[in-house]
């Protein structure tokens, strides 16, 4: 597979996408590996672990706008999408009427055009990096965390960091 280096004008590289003759001629994201638009590390698919298909860096978590909903890979913006905090996967309700919530997310927010996203975090990413998104998305402008929510995302809020921690790192054993 050949990768592209050509800068888009943007402040974004399509380093990690080909075309598709197929789909209309849109960018999508390569299955193989790819250099992240914003640290330029190498990623490598872990199918392992569950991420043989991967929309994020695990180094540095940011991403590209690529989608307009999860995976159609639709999108004409293509400029990169900077993680800005963390929330659940909310599945409904359980049969006592308490929501259920399942995967940590993590919430990215487009560099060119502003649109929300949120992206499963994957078991390969950078654990303290999740951990200083969290920090950073507690102190966000009032504006910025009003804009996430119209969006219909709900950030973790400072008293999610212990089950945040056990999400991360599993339960903690003590004595």
């Known amino acids: 597979m050949r990768y592209h280096d050509d800068y888009d004008g943007r402040k974004s590289f399509r380093t990690a996408h080909k075309r598709d ?4 001629n849109r960018w999508h994201a390569a299955d193989g590996e790819f250099r992240c638009s914003n640290c330029r590390q190498m990623v490598f698919p872990t199918p ?7 929309n994020h860096c695990p180094h540095c978590l940011h991403s590209l706008h690529v989608d307009t909903r999860p995976g159609n890979r639709a999108s004409d913006c293509h400029a990169r999408m900077a993680p800005v905090g963390l929330t659940w996967k909310r599945n409904g ?5 308490r929501e259920r919530i399942s995967d940590l997310m993590l919430v990215h927010a487009c560099l060119g055009c502003g649109t929300i996203n949120i992206n499963r975090i994957a078991a390969d990413d950078d654990c ?24 219909g995302v709900a950030l973790l809020e400072a008293d999610d960091v212990g089950l945040l921690h056990r999400s991360l790192f599993g339960a903690v054993m003590t004595k």
Do not use: P, W
């Open 21 to 24: 003759k197929h789909k209309n």
């Open 48 to 54: 392992e672990m569950g991420t043989a298909h991967r």
């Open 93 to 97: 309700v359980d049969k006592y009427g």
């Open 128 to 151: 303290e990096k999740i951990l200083a998104v969290f920090e950073t998305s507690l102190a966000m402008e009032e504006g910025k965390r009003q804009r996430i929510e119209c969006a």
